[in-house]
Structures are given as C-alpha cells and as structure tokens.
C-alpha cells in the first residue's frame, strides 16, 4: 500500500521511522512539507501532487492544528482516501463531519493516536461496545499534567518549578495553556464519550485545569490520604451522558495516583467485563507514531472503522455529580470546612462546580477547585 504523509514534525517523523524499518508492503510515497524544508525527494508543498495521485490510498495526518488540517481531511475522504489522523484537536472539533464523509465515499477514517498516545485506546472501547454499553470511562489522559503533578508530590516542590521542570525535559511546551488548562484532554474526552456513547459529544463541557495548583494544596489532600490528578471522564444512562475535565483528588493507594512521570492510564467500565484500564506511554514520537501505524496496518488488512452515532444519547449535566473541596483566600458563605482556606460542597454537578469556582475567582484570582475521587 502506498501513503502519503502530511506533516513530518515529531509524530510525522516516528510514523517514517516505523513504516521504514517495521512495516513491509507500507511505503510511504509522498510527504507533505513546507516549502523551505522539501529535503526528502518524495516531499512536496502541493497537497494536490496527493490528491491526485490514484496510487496513494491512504493520507496520514501529522499535522496538528484546526485548519488546514480540516481542510485536507475532507478532501482526502472525497478523494476517495482512507485518513488515519493523530490530530485530537481536529478530530474532536469535526468527528462527526469526518464520519459522515468517509462513510458517503466508501472509505475509513482511523484515529487510535488521538487520544492516549501508544495506548490501545479508541480499539480497547471499539471491542467493549461490541457486547457491553459503556457506562463510563475515567483517566489521565495528559502525560505533560501527570508529570507536574507528579514531580509536585514527590519533590515537594511548587507548580512553577515542575512546570519548568517539565520544559526543560520536553513534556511542557514554552506555552503549557492547553494541557495546564485541560483543551487537550478536553479534546481526548470529547473523542472518547463520541465512540463510547455512539453520540456526536458536545465541546462546551465544563473544563477546569491544574493553573493554580499549588504545593500547599498538594500538602492539604494528602492529610487526607488523596493526590490531585488531572482526569477527563464521562458516564451514560438511560440515553443521557454527561462528560468534565477537572482535577480531582484520589485516594493515594488508587491506581491513577500512583501513575508516574508522563504516563498516562484510563478506565472504561461495561456491563459484562467490567472495568477496563489501559496503561502506558500517552505521547511522545514512537509510541504515537506506533499507533498512527497500527492504523495503517489495519487499513492495509481491510479492516474498516466507521462511526455512525446513532444512539441519540442526549447531555445531561445533572448525571455527573460529585463532592468538590474549593480552595481560596476569599471568604465563602458556603459549604462546610474541609481544611484550612477549604470548603467543601456535596453533590455538584461538574457545571455547578465550574461556575463556582468562576465566581470565587473574581476575589481571588488563584482559587482552585478539585472533585473528590
């Protein structure tokens, strides 16, 4: 099978690596690539050389980013090209547009490396949904916020330090917003509730990130016997899901608190097998590049994707409730104390909560609010 690849950064360079020394019968015919950096022979700036090329049955997208991303995943389904795409963001932004596409010219499109990186993912809740529904599923799907979180607790240090830490390593970028904020696991959240809800996930869901995590903080919960993380998660009923992306305080002898460095780990619970977690690397070039390729292979073996959501689940915040402990330096007139410069409030919805937290931060600019496991 002949592909092309567009994008040849981190992920797009693992995906070559692979195919080249892994993959025989895969050969990668064209890449995408800016002008000024066509230094491989079958690079080209002109995505039209992929399109109209009838050899290329299939489009990697490396690219990252909205547009022109969007763009050229349209016009490779049109074209009749299967897409296998790592881009969580455009995937998450379009999902349902891409299904409609591929399944009106006949062709897939594949998207394990969006969310969990190497991890089996997207073919770990694929394989549930074929006998169980999915009643919920729960993780750290950010290896950059795990690993902060993680060099808070075991160096005792403060957020800006494991920050920095972490972009001295690599696992930060010079702007953190969208992993300290929660978009990208906002992104992998809304992936995963569209598959394991069989339903078109909606983007509002209520987001809250670590930004104003603190050493003290950290210090706090664990006199309680808890570690914050940073977990996306969502459960269904009775035709109704809800789905948030908050901090969230675990028990130090879970699973999830005990996830070291950049790792990620996610859960999904069925009714016959019960719960389900999936450990292992969740970025990175190889083990990203691994899975864009095990999408390939699939493709190559004739087995198809496709997403039809038709459940006609509907979102219902009110399913997703929990007991929130609210930390701020402002006086609050409400809840019961929980530990010092603590609140704690029973039974909110994730909406609840994040509009809470919105209004204590108009006082106080570092207030934070984290779910309790």
């Not at 080209?44 to 050389?49: A, F």
């Not at 489009?59 to 016009?75: L, N, R, S, Y």
């Not at 696991?185 to 990130?209: H, Y």
């Not at 087995?303 to 006609?312: M, V």
Request: glycine share 10%; proline share 4%; charged share 20%.
């Amino acid at each position: 099978m002949d592909i092309a690849i567009l994008g040849y950064g981190t992920v797009g360079k693992g995906v070559g690596e692979i195919i080249a020394s892994k993959t025989p019968g895969i050969s990668v015919k064209r890449i995408l690539e800016l002008p000024d950096r066509l230094t491989d022979p079958r690079m080209t700036s002109d995505y039209g050389d992929i399109l109209s090329d009838g050899a290329i049955e299939l489009v990697v997208e490396c690219m990252g980013g909205i547009e022109p991303a969007h763009t050229f995943i349209c016009q490779a389904l049109s074209a009749g090209k299967h897409v296998v795409t790592s881009n969580k963001a455009v995937v998450a932004a379009h999902f349902a547009e891409f299904a409609q596409l591929a399944a009106d010219n006949g062709v897939s499109l594949y998207i394990e490396a969006s969310v969990g990186g190497g991890i089996p993912w997207i073919a770990g809740i694929d394989k549930a949904r074929r006998t169980d529904t999915i009643s919920s599923f729960m993780g750290i799907m950010n290896g950059t916020t795990n690993y902060i979180v993680y060099s808070m607790d075991k160096a005792g240090i403060d957020f800006a330090d494991a920050l920095r830490d972490a972009q001295e390593k690599g696992y930060a970028e010079r702007d953190p917003s969208a992993d300290i904020d929660g978009i990208d696991v906002a992104n992998k959240t809304i992936i995963t509730a569209s598959i394991a809800f069989d339903c078109p996930c909606v983007r509002d869901l209520p987001v809250t990130g670590i930004r104003n995590l603190s050493k003290r903080d950290m210090e706090l919960f664990a006199k309680h016997g808890l570690i914050v993380k940073l977990i996306g998660r969502g459960v269904q009923d009775a035709g109704r899901y809800a789905v948030a992306v908050e901090p969230m305080a675990m028990e130090t002898s879970s699973l999830e608190a005990n996830v070291p460095a950049n790792f990620n780990l996610v859960t999904l619970v069925g009714d016959t097998v019960g719960e389900l977690k999936f450990y292992g690397q969740g970025a990175g070039m190889l083990p990203t590049g691994n899975a864009v390729v095990q999408d390939v292979l699939d493709c190559a073996e004739g087995i198809r994707r496709s997403y039809d959501f038709s459940s006609g689940c509907t979102y219902d915040p009110d399913l997703l409730r929990s007991d929130y402990v609210l930390r701020t330096t402002a006086s609050v007139d409400a809840g019961e104390p929980y530990d010092e410069g603590m609140r704690l409030f029973r039974g909110l919805t994730a909406v609840e909560a994040k509009e809470l937290l919105a209004a204590t931060i108009e006082n106080d600019p570092a207030a934070i609010i984290v779910a309790l496991g």
